[in-house]
């Protein structure tokens, strides 16, 4: 059986209420679903306003590799560590797409004695968000083609229609596909696809409002497409945003689950950070900064991707002022980013391990130019060797960086605590001046290569004629100071996924963008990076499956 899955078992849940009352939440506020699991009254977190904020940490990594890096284990292993010093905190995380976790990675509640329980429930349909997010998104793709089955009172182009359905699994076939075939009372034929619900703007629309007014505001803002004079339409135009918003009301109330050691955590919303802004939403991170001494907040893949992201798109939307940054890596990893093969990363290679460091460093660095102090995090395997991590140390010394041991996953918080008295000396000292990479008066294309060059150390990015055209389209429609979201290969600073560790020189190729004017950027999709993916040749659901107890085995 895993490991992580019998410790979880193992493990006596308190009641969702005891819970909530370690951050001064009352009973009336909590919506429970279940006895493990609730969502926060909206009425309640709307009255903590004037509330003065708590210091907020973000976690993130180096570019992930198959050895495995434990970003979600160190962010619930530090939240149990600085509670148990003394801080009250609180923890925030993305919600689990069930694309993934049927497909190549399995579940994602962290690990061993790091976890958010019940996980079993986190992984599959937890309290229904993500089912609200797609069917939101596919009411409004029903409401475009019914809009011109009755006559295109719009005058909406279908040559033009921009809005995918979705779904939240991986399944490659949808990816492109032709609709409303079989004669005139199905509508009128045109060409569509879907993309995995995390994609999809209605997420990022979820996961950036600040309440349910916002919420409607910016669904209502989504461009669908354009009539054929290249004026667009908007979901308010086809009156959608009121039924958008009726879909997601519950689901935009954050969710409450805890940590094997009873730590408060707050699990909302998911969009992935290679292909949307990857981070859990600003709902859930600003009611725990209102609650807690501290949060500790993850975004999803290296500090390239989800950590840019973060500090570009969410921090700058919402008015966060993050004051340090956790960066994980393992030996294991840092190992593969110097050349070695999965299947031999178990004898000490100190001299692979200093090549690997090349890749930390720079995610350090890059954390540096948004103004953050940084702490390096090496969530320990025990194949680690002395000399292994004590390469790591100097080298992070010799950028005024410290890097600690961490071994939460066996022993939970107490294995982090360490790294929580680091992380809590870097807010003392008030070393954090957040500042973003790039000002949004920059034009689009040169947003993005900023990032490319500032943070990829890419030397210039490739822009078709029609993807330049279109990127100026956005800017004469009044979309131009707006930041980018740059979906890319999580495994490399490149966008080739094969290429590791810390490559300079290279040519960002921008394949496509997209207007997400409801979130509030524009997306450009670098090389062959897909917004549906697919299942790998042994997909994880060949696995999963239930006993003869009702238990479900294989998800984790």
Not at 33 to 43: E, S, T
């Amino acid at each position: 059986m895993n490991p992580d899955l019998e410790i979880a078992r193992a493990a006596k849940l308190r009641p969702i209420q005891d819970i909530a009352t370690k951050l001064g939440i009352p009973e009336d506020a909590v919506e429970p679903y279940g006895r493990h699991k609730a969502k926060i009254g909206l009425d309640f977190i709307n009255g903590l306003e004037s509330r003065p904020d708590g210091a907020l940490v973000l976690v993130t990594g180096i570019n992930p590799t198959p050895a495995g890096e434990g970003k979600t284990t160190t962010t619930v292993g530090l939240g149990d560590a600085l509670n148990r010093i003394g801080q009250r905190t609180a923890i925030c995380l993305r919600e689990p797409s069930l694309g993934p976790s049927f497909g190549m990675k399995g579940g994602a509640a962290g690990g061993g004695y790091a976890q958010v329980v019940p996980m079993d429930q986190i992984n599959l349909h937890f309290t229904g968000d993500f089912h609200a997010i797609t069917a939101a998104n596919n009411l409004l793709a029903a409401m475009i083609d019914n809009s011109i089955y009755w006559g295109n009172p719009l005058g909406i182009d279908a040559r033009r229609i921009t809005w995918r359905r979705c779904m939240d699994m991986n399944d490659r076939a949808l990816r492109s596909i032709v609709g409303s075939l079989g004669g005139v009372a199905n509508g009128f034929p045109r060409e569509d696809g879907f993309d995995i619900s995390v994609a999809s703007e209605v997420m990022a629309v979820f996961c950036l409002s600040r309440g349910l007014p916002d919420l409607q505001a910016r669904l209502g803002k989504m461009v669908i497409g354009q009539t054929r004079d290249g004026k667009n339409v908007t979901a308010a135009d086809l009156k959608a945003d009121g039924a958008l918003s009726v879909l997601l009301k519950d689901a935009v109330a954050p969710n409450l689950v805890q940590t094997l050691e009873g730590s408060p955590a707050l699990v909302h919303g998911g969009p992935f950070a290679n292909i949307a802004h990857g981070c859990n939403s600003v709902m859930a991170t600003r009611l725990g900064l209102k609650l807690a001494d501290v949060v500790v907040t993850e975004a999803g893949f290296g500090a390239d991707l989800g950590g840019e992201k973060f500090l570009d798109i969410k921090c700058r939307s919402a008015g966060l002022k993050p004051s340090c940054a956790v960066v994980v890596a393992t030996v294991r990893a840092l190992k593969m980013h110097g050349g070695v093969a999965r299947n031999a990363l178990g004898p000490e290679n100190v001299e692979a391990v200093k090549r690997g460091i090349a890749n930390l460093q720079r995610h350090v660095e890059n954390m540096h130019k948004f103004g953050l102090p940084v702490v390096v995090a090496v969530n320990h395997f025990t194949s680690d060797t002395e000399a292994e991590f004590a390469a790591i140390k100097d080298a992070m010394a010799a950028i005024g960086t410290e890097a600690i041991s961490c071994t939460h996953w066996a022993h939970g918080g107490a294995g982090a605590e360490a790294l929580a008295r680091a992380v809590v000396n870097r807010i003392e000292a008030g070393e954090a001046a957040y500042k973003p990479l790039y000002p949004l008066e920059m034009k689009l294309a040169d947003k993005v290569r900023t990032i490319a060059k500032e943070i990829y150390r890419a030397s210039d990015i490739s822009v078709p004629d029609a993807v330049a055209r279109k990127l100026k389209s956005f800017e004469d429609a009044g979309f131009g100071d707006v930041p980018v979201c740059i979906a890319k290969t999580q495994y490399s600073f490149t966008s080739d996924p094969t290429v590791m560790g810390a490559p300079t020189g290279h040519v960002l190729p921008i394949r496509e963008v997209r207007l997400s004017a409801g979130a509030g950027f524009v997306v450009a999709i670098c090389g062959d990076i897909m917004t549906m993916p697919g299942l790998p040749r042994v997909p994880s659901a060949e696995a999963i499956h239930l006993r003869e107890d009702g238990e479900i085995e294989g998800l984790f």
